[in-house]
C-alpha cells in the first residue's frame, strides 16, 4: 500500500510540473498580447479604480502627468480630497505634504479612480522623502534656466525669421549653382545650412517649458525675524490682485536668509519666511494652496547682498515671489494678412 502510495503521489506531482509551464505561457500571453506601440497617452474609464507608479514630467495648476517605466503618460488631477504623503518607516507613519511638493521629477505613486475626461482622479499620492529633496533641487536649479529660455524666445524668433527667408531662397541659389562650376557645392551648402537652422529653430522653440515669468517681487525682513511688516503686507496684496487677474497663473515662493547664524539655522528661517509669505497670501488673499508651487528655503546661498556690511545683509534677508503665467495664454493668436485684390 505504501509503495502504490507513493507512485500515485509522485505521478500527480509530475503531471503538475508538466501542465504549469502551460499555465505560465497563457499569463505571459495575455499580458504581452497589447500592442506594444500603443498611445503614449493613457485614457482612463470614469470610475475605473488604478494604481500607478512614474515620474512627474510636466506640472500644471491643478493637474500633473505621471510617465511610468513603459513609457506611457497618465494625467492626474488633484483635488481637495487628496491625500499626499511620503513613505513611512518601522513603526512610524509618512509625513503629510502639500499638494505643491508635487514636482517636475519626482518619482511617486497615485492610487484614484478614473475621471470623466480619461484622466485618473487622485486619491492617494505617496512618494520618499530622498527623491521629493532631489526633485526640489532639480526645480530650483530650473528656474534660472526658465528665465533664460524666455530671454531668448525673442532671438529664436529673429533666427526663424531669417532662416525662413534663406530656405525661400533655395531655388534661386541652386540655379546659381547650376550656372557656375566652382561655386555648386558653396550653393548646395548654404541651402543646407538654412534647412538646418529652421529645424533647430523649431526644436528649441519646442523644448521652451510652459510656464513664463510676467510679475516678481521682493520683500525682506528683520535680523532673526518671519514676522510680515505692514509694507510687506502692502506688497503682497498688490501682488496677489495681479495673480487673480492673470490667467493660468501659479506663484512660487522661496526664502533667503543672511550670513549670520548657523547653516542649519538659516535654512530654517529662510523656510520660515517662506512660509509666513504663503500663510498670508492664502488666508488674506485667498490664492488657493495649488496655485503656489515650490516653497523652498535656501538659507544663506544665492546672496544678492554683501554680506559683510549691513545694507547688503539687509539686502539678502528676503523671500522673493513669482507671478509665472502658462506661455500658451500669453502668446498672441496668429494673424492672417488677408489677399489684396489691388496690386500693391
Do not use: C, W
Not at 480630497?81 to 505634504?97: A, D, I, L, P, Q
Not at 526640489?136 to 525673442?154: D, I, K, Q
Not at 519646442?206 to 505692514?230: H, K, M
Not at 519666511?273 to 490664492?287: G, M
Request: no cysteine; glycine share 10%.
Amino acid at each position: 500500500m505504501n509503495s502504490k502510495t507513493l507512485r500515485s503521489v509522485a505521478l500527480a506531482f509530475g503531471l503538475a510540473l508538466a501542465l504549469t509551464p502551460l499555465a505560465f505561457g497563457q499569463n505571459s500571453t495575455k499580458q504581452t498580447s497589447a500592442p506594444a506601440d500603443a498611445s503614449r497617452a493613457r485614457s482612463i474609464s470614469s470610475g475605473e479604480k488604478m494604481k500607478i507608479k512614474g515620474v512627474v514630467v510636466r506640472r500644471d495648476p491643478d493637474t500633473f502627468t505621471v510617465r511610468d517605466l513603459s513609457g506611457v503618460d497618465t494625467i492626474v488631477r488633484l483635488t481637495d480630497r487628496t491625500s499626499v504623503k511620503s513613505h513611512g518607516g518601522f513603526m512610524r507613519s509618512g509625513t503629510n505634504y502639500g499638494q505643491t511638493n508635487i514636482l517636475r521629477g519626482l518619482n511617486l505613486e497615485v492610487e484614484g479612480r478614473g475621471g470623466s475626461n480619461g484622466e485618473l482622479n487622485a486619491e492617494k499620492i505617496r512618494f520618499n522623502e530622498s527623491d521629493l529633496r532631489t526633485a526640489r533641487s532639480v526645480e530650483a536649479r530650473a528656474v534660472p534656466l526658465e528665465e533664460r529660455a524666455t530671454a531668448a524666445e525673442g532671438r529664436i524668433t529673429e533666427v526663424e525669421q531669417n532662416a525662413q527667408k534663406l530656405s525661400g531662397q533655395m531655388e534661386e541659389l541652386a540655379a546659381v549653382a547650376n550656372t557656375a562650376r566652382g561655386g555648386a557645392k558653396a550653393a548646395q551648402a548654404t541651402a543646407d545650412a538654412a534647412v538646418s537652422g529652421v529645424n533647430a529653430t523649431n526644436d528649441r522653440i519646442s523644448a521652451l517649458d510652459d510656464y513664463t515669468p510676467q510679475e516678481s517681487i521682493s520683500v525682506n525682513f528683520r535680523t532673526g525675524s518671519s514676522v510680515l511688516n505692514a509694507d510687506t503686507k502692502t506688497k503682497l496684496d498688490d501682488i496677489a490682485k495681479k495673480a487673480i487677474a492673470a490667467k493660468g497663473y501659479v506663484i512660487e515662493v522661496t526664502g533667503f536668509a543672511d550670513s549670520r547664524g548657523g547653516t542649519n539655522y538659516n535654512r530654517a528661517l529662510s523656510q520660515h519666511r517662506a512660509d509666513a509669505v504663503i500663510r498670508y497670501l492664502v488666508e488674506n488673499n485667498q490664492i488657493p494652496l495649488r496655485r503656489i508651487i515650490t516653497p523652498y528655503g535656501f538659507g544663506e546661498s544665492m546672496p544678492i547682498g554683501d554680506n559683510t556690511s549691513k545694507e547688503g545683509r539687509a539686502e539678502n534677508r528676503r523671500v522673493e515671489v513669482k507671478i509665472l503665467v502658462n506661455k500658451g495664454l500669453t502668446q498672441p493668436a496668429p494673424v492672417m494678412n488677408p489677399g489684396s485684390g489691388s496690386g500693391q
